[in-house]
């Protein structure tokens, strides 16, 4: 029985379904992070969870106990909210121990979650800089707005942390997966796609209230089961050129573009209305020989470099190591190897290989 199961869980507002069918399994230990657009319904969904929304249909169980009616106080969860609602006028170790004491936890339990915090224990909490010092209280934190000091709570985190800095990214990691893993907690989460791929073991994709796939972040980056999940995990986003199945394979504006034995054996069979040729830009190189094109565009990052080339078969975004030495207006020849284009059917827009 999973920590966390989630069963065809339906929620409607008047007549409009928002949640059409939501079926998700954690597992204890697991932590799945929910991603999709604005209005997909990734808030109504954790919600439900928390017990603060209830499905129209369906159920929600957690630790084999059916939850979809209870109360979120009787619920064995805690949430971390978006604005973070410490207490400024105790430091960081204040506001952690306080959260605990109002929920009992034994005072050894108290002083282990704070040990864990080292130096950061004295400072004010509304002082350093805004985001993850911030964010360390109060998921440690037990009470309304916190977790991870919680052991067998399962954290709903309300909303997305979106770092500012690249930097903060890796803070965000270290600061969240040690809590998770450390509590042995398992845990829902909304968020952006990069925390998505660095934070979760498992990634739902939602889309217009439907799983569009629930994953590893690998297999959600390397076999995207829809074009839409192709197009966003990813940045920038997957390049999709439209093509048919011709002598060789696959051809799109009546160029051939390379593919594998396993991929030509998979658009042998059907697919009328064609198929969908996916490649990732950091799948590509610029090289002599290849898809000529012009560089329309060039984006140096520092440790790589955006180059956007004008090809027959359409504007192709390449993100290759280092800096580029062409310029724009040059012509250049894309490289890649077959096994790192994402087939769809057209129709469907499902994997096809
Ligand atoms: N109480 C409500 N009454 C009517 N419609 C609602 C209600 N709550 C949410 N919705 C609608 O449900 C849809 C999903 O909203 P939800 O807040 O779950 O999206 P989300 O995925 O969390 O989006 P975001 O990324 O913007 O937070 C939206 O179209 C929203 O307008
Ligand atoms: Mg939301």
Known sequence: MGALSIRNVRRSFGNVDILKGIDIEVEAGDFLILVGPSGCGKSTLLNIIAGLDKPTEGTVHMGGRDVTHALPKDRDIAMVFQSYALYPNMNVAQNISFGLEM??????????????????????????????????????????????????????RRAAVQPRRQAARGDARRDQAPAQQGAGDDGVRDARQVEAMTLGDHIAVMKGGVIEQLGSPDDIYSRPATRFVAEFIGSPAMNIVTGQRAANGFASHGIDLVLNDAQRAEIGNGHAEGILYGLRPEAMLLGDTGLPGSISLIEPTGPETYVLVDTPIGKMMARVPGKVHQQVGETVHLRWSASDAHLFDAKTERRVA
């Open 103 to 156: 929920r009992n936890v034994p005072k050894a339990e108290r002083e282990a979650a704070i040990a864990r915090l080292e130096d950061a224990a004295d400072r004010a909490p509304a002082r350093p800089q805004a985001g993850p010092a911030l964010r360390r209280p109060a998921a440690a934190r037990g009470d309304g707005p916190g977790a991870g000091a919680r052991p067998g709570a399962v954290p709903v």
